[in-house]
């Protein structure tokens, strides 16, 4: 993949990513106690859709650009809303041109006693995140390895807890590496909630992904795909998938709901596929 995520803001599979997470965020907050998001791979928080890097690719185009305006019906409206919102946010005027990355959605939906930590490798991503939250109290910036700061960082004192890990795919074995994040949240914090990120380019690969995580038998978890074409383990990512570890367990039928409304939306053409399942459930 071309990682840096500037390329990619905004796309199908940020706008799948986001969607969950934020309906993830929502639904730990329906509980009084105060909770920890964990951002390992965080990006640098605001995209600018009319930058270089993204004219570059316009994938933002075939993603956030078809839904932000689109009207729906009154019980996907519902879904997409807090998500839409916090897009929203970033763009006062109306126009569409910037779009927020997990660490600026999360921010937005915190209370006064919950806290985000967002990491991030790159030094100048790390150093404009720092400037972003300079005036945060609840947001801490931190910059190593995305797999280094899980071990550090598990389990929250809070006890209570969301970790995102979606690495770029840049080096090979990046599924090896989800397959051991689970394993070190297990170890260390097994009842936080896990959100997995990666991409579809080889069927194969990502069926045998599966096997390992099913293999670690987790209480539960639940797994979503979205294609918006046929996929080409050679071109652009046409494919997507999310793993989940121990989700809020209504977010199986909101995604009954949300993946056909976006595989119609945001598919281009008849090869659009989507699909929800559980690996596992207690």
């Known amino acids: ?41 965080a990006g640098i928080g605001v995209y600018d859709l009319d930058g270089e890097a993204a004219r570059k690719t316009d994938e933002w185009r075939a993603g956030i650009e078809k839904i932000y305006r689109r009207t729906f019906s009154p019980a996907v409206a519902e879904l997409f809303q807090p998500y839409l919102d916090g897009v929203g946010a970033e763009n006062q005027d109306g126009n569409l041109q910037f779009y927020p990355g997990s660490p600026k959605l999360v921010s937005r939906l915190l209370r006064p006693d919950d806290r985000l930590i967002v990491n991030e490798l790159h030094s100048e991503d790390a150093a404009l995140l720092r400037r972003t939250f300079s005036s945060s109290r609840q947001v801490k910036v931190m910059s190593l390895d995305g797999w280094t700061a899980l071990k550090a960082l598990l389990p929250p004192k809070e006890r ?12 090979p074995g990046e599924f090896d590496r989800l397959v051991k994040s689970v394993i070190e949240q297990q170890r260390r914090f097994a009842t936080g909630a896990m959100i997995l990120w990666y991409p579809i380019k080889d069927r194969q690969r990502v069926a045998a992904f599966y096997r390992q995580i099913s293999a670690l038998k987790v209480a539960s978890c639940l797994v979503c795909e979205l294609a918006i074409d046929q996929i080409n383990g050679d071109g652009p990512v046409r494919a997507t998938g999310m793993i989940l570890i121990n989700p809020p367990y209504p977010l199986h039928d909101e995604l009954k709901v949300i993946l056909p409304v976006l595989c119609t939306s945001l598919g281009q053409t008849s090869a659009a596929t989507h699909d929800v399942r559980w690996l596992a459930r207690a």
């Open 160 to 171: 209570r807890g969301i970790t995102l890990i979606d690495p770029p795919f840049e080096q």
């Open 1 to 41: 993949m071309n990682y840096r995520h500037a390329f990619h803001a905004g796309n199908f599979a940020d706008v799948l990513k986001h969607i969950i997470l934020v309906r993830v965020v929502e639904y730990f907050k329906r509980k009084p106690a105060p909770f920890r998001v964990i951002d390992t791979h």
